[in-house]
């Protein structure tokens, strides 16, 4: 789970991080108000699930309370990346005389969480590891020891060596950062950037968490921070359901079991020139319920021409999913073409329960077979 | 010969009395399995499917002389559960859990390390010694003995690419799954060490997908040292930046992970990569002839 911006300063402030004063508004009249509260100037950022907000003109600086609200006026009524921004985050905007980089990060390769700083700030890290590796320190935490303060000290006076009192303040910053990533069973704890201002105090002017999905049964604190502004309402669906489900751009439905096999899946409609409408993991159990329902999400997306249903039973028992395919057909005005093929545990049976129930299915026997004539029918039906 | 398990397995199920463990246990006996016990806590003295059930693995271990683990226990309780196995001494764990939170499998690792322990999976299907052993939950009727070794990040699609493999008559020496988490306790360049050193293995298809470096980290292996043909297949072409596709560790993040960069690591070192299932075993004909 991502926690955009204004939730990561949050869950940041908790810790006692020093973030900027500012608030979250969803209209030009909640920005009037807060901008009485707001020293001059202020910044205007768009708060959007996305990054490149900068380049897409979503962040802008503003000095009188007229040029504020008529800036957030236009980033309210934009959309980045296709989507719509919904809420602005109003901030003070601090002087800056540096811009740092700081993160944790979980390093797979490793195994470990790793404490990531730059002296670049400000700017996406990994071009700087592209074209300046050397500006970027990484050091690796032992997960069971965890951070120790000598550990952020000599990453912070590697870091801000022009000054001891104040890189002292960011070793500080780095042991809450830590703190907060191991408590919030984080992913990714990233401060860009890390500011120091002329003044010499230290700022989280932008933050970004992301949060182990599968940790979130022991953090329903952070569960309720989920933004329902941004979160594509049958994504969510599905997953009360125990259904993996992602909306893509294309015309073709799938519906698979297994997430390789339907990655794999959706490449396999792209080789045949079709292009997926989305990735869909029905799981390894094989309630007939849950296949209805998939049916359903598939079908609640206009731009379905047709339906591929590729299932390799082993836990999943393909009469399983034949019964919920005929339930499908009972319950939901189905008008596009669906494709099934089942191999697998009781293939037999759920072939004749298909071939019997008289339903508009095309049967076919692999997944290429499959594909290609998902792509034909799709085109056909354009 | 094989890797990892065989003739000489013993198997302890650990969540043995759960609805998954119990059927598993079954199927895996029926199979021709040695599985010689099952842990759940509290349970010790029932029995399931014919073996003995205990309450710790320590006593599992001390009564039955258990070498092997399957894992089966929910996720809240997973890390424990393979942290128990190997403080009793138990030297291959395969954890089939799904959602072990990735804060839980750091300590784990660490933990394991001092032990010995290898740990495949979590969040994988188990491994398979056609004739010989099943630990694992994959449909054992697709796999035929033979001298390819497979190992993959995924299940379905494991065997999706296995019944072409046995339809085209290539049978497997060991088909593995590694697991689709970004912290799991073998990784494909382990196996390769492995399939390196088993004379039955005379090729290798080694099936990835997108997120991590493990696919990449195993072509630059293969091209230094590796000493036998590789076929590989990539899962995710299609799949969109930033979104975690099914698996954990299925995710392109900051750009890193997508299939091409997998695909050009492995073209680089001279591994073919099929664009079908099928493909498969038409390359592995190729290649062997």
Known sequence: ?382 | MAILVGKDTKLIVQGITGRDGSFHTRLMKEYGTNVVGGVTPGKGGMEVEGVPVFDTVREAVEKTGANTSIIFVPARFAADAIMEAADAGIKLIVAITEGIPIHDMLKVKAYLDGKGARLIGPNCPGLITPGEAKVGIMPGHIFRRGRIGVVSRSGTLTYEIVSHLTANGFGQSTAIGIGGDPIIGTKFIDVLRMFREDPETEAVVLIGEIGGTDEQDAAEYIGREFNKPVVAFIAGRTAPREKRMGHAGAIIAGGEGTAEEKIKAFEKVGVRVADLPEQVPQILKEILK
């Open chain 1, 1 to 382: 789970m991502k926690l955009i911006e204004y939730q990561a300063k949050e869950l940041f402030k908790k810790y006692g991080m020093p973030i900027p004063e500012g608030y979250v508004c969803k209209t030009v009249d909640e920005v009037k108000e807060v901008l009485e509260k707001l020293e001059f100037p202020v910044v205007i950022k768009a708060q959007v699930p996305v990054g490149g907000r900068g380049k897409a003109g979503g962040v802008k600086l503003a000095s009188t309370k007229e040029e504020a609200i008529e800036k957030a006026e236009k980033i309210l009524s934009m959309e980045i990346k296709g989507i719509p921004v919904k809420k602005i985050l109003v901030a003070h905007a601090v002087d800056i005389a540096k811009e740092l980089y700081l993160s944790i990060v979980l390093d797979r390769r490793n195994n470990r969480a790793l404490v990531m700083a730059s002296r670049e700030g400000g700017v996406d890290i990994e071009e700087v590891a592209k074209t300046n590796p050397d500006a970027i320190l990484k050091r690796d935490i032992d997960p069971i020891i965890g951070l120790r303060d000598f550990e952020a000290r000599e990453i912070a006076f590697w870091l801000y060596p022009e000054d001891k009192k104040i890189a002292l303040k960011i070793a500080g910053i780095i042991g809450k950062l830590y703190k907060s990533y191991v408590d919030s069973e984080a992913q990714l704890a990233e401060i860009n950037p890390l500011v120091v201002d002329s003044s010499g105090q230290v700022w989280v002017v932008d933050a970004k968490v992301i949060v182990d999905d599968n940790a979130l049964f022991r953090h329903p604190d952070i569960e309720q921070m989920r933004d329902l502004d941004y979160e594509d309402p049958r994504e969510l669906e599905a997953k009360e359901w125990g259904l993996s489900f992602i909306k893509l751009d294309g015309n073709i439905g799938n519906m698979v079991n297994g997430a390789g096999l339907a990655m794999a899946t959706m490449d396999v409609i792209k080789y045949y020139g079709g292009e997926p409408a989305n990735f869909l993991d029905v799981g390894g159990s094989s309630n007939p319920e849950k296949t209805r329902k998939a049916m359903e999400l598939l079908l609640s997306d206009p731009n379905v021409r047709a339906v591929f249903v590729n299932i390799f039973g082993g836990i999943t028992r393909t009469d399983d999913i034949a019964r919920g395919l005929i339930e499908a057909f009972r319950t939901l005005d189905i008008k596009v073409p669906v494709v099934v093929r089942l191999t697998g545990t009781n293939e037999e049976i759920a072939r004749k329960m298909l071939d019997e129930s008289g339903l508009p299915l095309i049967t076919v026997r692999t997944m290429s077979e499959g594909a290609r004539k998902a792509v034909e029918l799709a085109n056909r039906s354009n």
